[in-house]
């Protein structure tokens, strides 16, 4: 296996991706089953793990029409196209009536950018008032392992600990220190990240935030349960902060 490693975020989520399919290769089934993915993006990041593991195919779902097209672009660069589709739609109307062999892993870079609307400058990453929509509603979508990413200013507790009550444990999870970018440094959305933060919703001082990438399982094959540990890593600074 070679996995690539890379400083700006969309590397951070493919290399933890590859490097938590690898590791639970044979609990996750993903040599035979597959995974879906909600979100394409740019695909550049999975295209990669797919080309890392030969044995991994990936379904895929975005809205975006532009980022389907740039994505089938990427793929195709990469040589991975007849393991990596990806299909215009909403994941959540479209995933579970693919037909085809069950699949019981899905992986998501879901948008997370908190505001109190969706009038921002990139509308696609609003996941909602407190940043967690997607992910909440990617947990309670009924697949047995969930690998998504969990950004400390999205008020991960209230991800974590539904994720329990629905039977998730936390396996596993990379964490990552990212500085504010154009889209979460908007003005807008950073005075709704202060006060989230103020309110004790999550972590994040004047120069970044952490994002990890957790492998949320219901496989009894799988192990353990650092649920608490993800919650300290994203969290970790916010009692010194209030």
């Known amino acids: 296996m070679s996995c690539f490693s890379s ?13 938590l399919l690898e590791q639970y290769r ?16 740019d695909a550049t990041a999975i295209a990669d793990v797919v080309s ?8 895929s779902y975005d809205i975006s029409a532009p980022s389907v097209a740039e994505a089938r672009n990427n793929i195709a660069a990469r040589g991975v196209e007849d393991r990596y589709t990806v299909e215009l739609g909403d994941f959540f109307d479209q995933a579970d009536s ?9 992986i998501s870079n879901p948008p997370y950018i908190p505001a109190p609307d969706r009038d921002i400058l990139m509308p696609e990453l609003w996941g909602g ?18 690998i998504s990413a969990v950004a400390s200013y999205s008020d991960p507790e209230t991800t974590v600990r539904p994720a329990e009550d629905l ?24 005075d709704h990240i202060r006060r989230l933060v103020a309110a004790g919703h999550g972590w994040a001082d004047d120069d970044g935030y952490m994002v990890a990438v957790a492998l949320f399982t219901r496989t009894p094959d799988i192990p353990g349960n650092r649920a608490d540990q993800l919650l300290h890593a994203l969290q970790s ?5 209030g």
């Open 129 to 146: 008032v407190h940043g967690n929509d997607l992910v909440l509603q990617l947990l309670k979508s009924g697949y047995d392992n969930v």
């Open 26 to 41: 044979h609990a996750l089934r993903w040599e035979e089953e597959g995974v879906v993915e909600l979100g394409t993006g």
């Open 167 to 190: 039977g998730y444990r936390v396996a596993n999870f990379l964490a990552m220190g990212l500085d504010f970018g154009q889209y979460s440094g908007e003005p807008k959305v950073r």
């Open 52 to 59: 890392a593991l030969p044995g991994l195919s990936v379904r």
């Open 98 to 106: 693919a037909g085809g062999r069950p699949v019981s892993t899905v």
């Open 7 to 19: 400083a700006d975020e969309s590397a951070h989520y493919g290399f933890s991706v590859c490097m």
């Open 237 to 241: 600074h916010s009692s010194s902060s």
